[in-house]
T-cell receptor, first 110, second 110 residues
Framework: NAGVTQTPKFQVLKTGQSMTLQCAQD?????MSWYRQDPGMGLRLIHY???????DQGEVPNGYNVSRSTTEDFPLRLLSAAPSQTSVYFCASRFAYEQYFGPGTRLTVT | SQELEQSPQSLIVQEGKNLTINCTSS?????LYWYKQKYGEGLIFLMMLQKGGEEKSHEKITAKLDEKKQQSSLHITASQPSHAGIYLC??????????FGKGTRLSVIA
């Protein structure tokens, strides 16, 4: 049981490039979400999903896309990276009163 | 929208001293989660409080939820260097991802 996994751990992008942050969980949780963490800002919700085929926007969704084709996977896509997207990204999955986080992806956009 | 205010923003304590971190909500909480994050790492679940007046302890960390379910406190007794990190409270709005405060950065000095 690996819990919540994220890849890559580190990534450097140039402005305008696109990429996908991967997130997977093996706990059969319906709820998954993406957060970004910036200094002094805590964790802010980007997008979330309550089940396969269902996604919704969080607090800071602009510049990001998500899809949920399976229960296990919830990738986050950056369509055209901007320096303002430099951050640490955390994926989480939830069941009832338990929410678990992945180890994070540290993204730098130059 | 639900807002969580954490205080203090940062805290420096001498090893062996007690400390308290507060988390205040603008709305009644369904549940309140506490996480710890070591610098540069992922989030570790500490405990979750759901009932008004509830108190839980784990090793030297105690968390309480007030009767009105709008404020929680995290108390560390006899702090140690291993307690250093960022403490985050998260609010449960019911079947959606948690909403987080901005965090409290704790440093423990010898």
């Amino acid at each position: 049981n690996a819990g919540v996994t994220q890849t890559p751990k580190f990534q450097v992008l140039k402005t305008g490039q696109s990429m996908t942050l991967q997130c997977a969980q093996d706990m059969n949780h319906e709820y998954m979400s993406w957060y970004r963490q910036d200094p002094g800002m805590g964790l802010r919700l980007i997008h979330y999903s309550v089940g396969a085929g269902i996604t919704d926007q969080g607090e800071v969704p602009n510049g990001y896309n998500v899809s949920r084709s399976t229960t296990e996977d919830f990738p986050l896509r950056l369509l055209s990276a901007a320096p303002s997207q430099t951050s640490v990204y955390f994926c989480a999955s939830r069941f009832a009163y338990e929410q678990y986080f992945g180890p994070g992806t540290r993204l730098t956009v130059t | 929208s639900q807002e969580l205010e954490q205080s203090p923003q940062s805290l420096i304590v001498q090893e062996g001293k007690n400390l308290t971190i507060n988390c205040t909500s603008s709305k009644t909480l369904y549940g309140l989660y506490w996480y710890k994050q070591k610098y540069g790492e992922g989030l570790i679940f500490l405990m979750m409080l759901q009932k008004g007046g509830e108190e839980k302890s784990h090793e030297k960390i105690t968390a309480k939820l007030d009767e009105k379910k709008q404020q929680s406190s995290l108390h560390i007794t006899a702090s140690q260097p291993s307690h250093a990190g960022i403490y985050l409270c998260g609010a449960d709005k019911g079947n959606t991802p948690l909403v987080f405060g901005k965090g409290t950065r704790l440093s423990v000095i010898a």
